[in-house]
């Protein structure tokens, strides 16, 4: 099961951690997986190359592994995070994830986690 947890504090998204595999196909056919890693990385992109927030803001972390994939994204400046376009991207996301869900539930834990 593929685990994408958002993170938040005082109600803002701050974070995200998407890690496992949804294991609907083999490995490298999985479209649900692909699908998750491109909402994933068009945040990031999004992050990073239209607002143009540094990469070490995003305390940006990925594995691109067979055995453990994990991205993570750790944003500490409550200026950075609190900005409008920045929550814009992940609410983005979480509509994609929600919308996936309806279609794969039984393949995808979404995570609420308030720091």
């Known amino acids: 099961m593929i685990e994408i947890k958002l993170i938040k504090e005082d109600n803002f998204f701050k974070g995200l951690m998407v890690r496992n595999h949804a294991n609907t196909d083999e490995f490298g056919k999985d479209l649900l997986c692909t699908s998750i890693s491109t909402l994933s990385i068009t945040l990031v992109n999004y992050l990073t190359d239209v607002l143009k927030i540094d990469y070490s803001d995003l305390n940006l972390y990925m594995i691109e592994s067979k055995e453990f994939?994990?991205?993570?994204?750790?944003?500490?400046?409550?200026?950075?995070?609190?900005?409008?376009?920045?929550?814009?991207?992940?609410?983005?996301?979480?509509?994609?994830?929600?919308?996936?869900?309806?279609?794969?539930?039984d393949f995808i834990d979404?995570?609420?986690?308030?720091v």
């Open 69 to 105: 994939p994990l991205i993570s994204i750790n944003i500490e400046d409550k200026r950075i995070y609190e900005d409008v376009k920045v929550q814009a991207g992940f609410s983005y996301l979480e509509i994609g994830v929600e919308s996936l869900i309806d279609e794969y539930k």
């Open 110 to 114: 979404l995570i609420y986690q308030e």
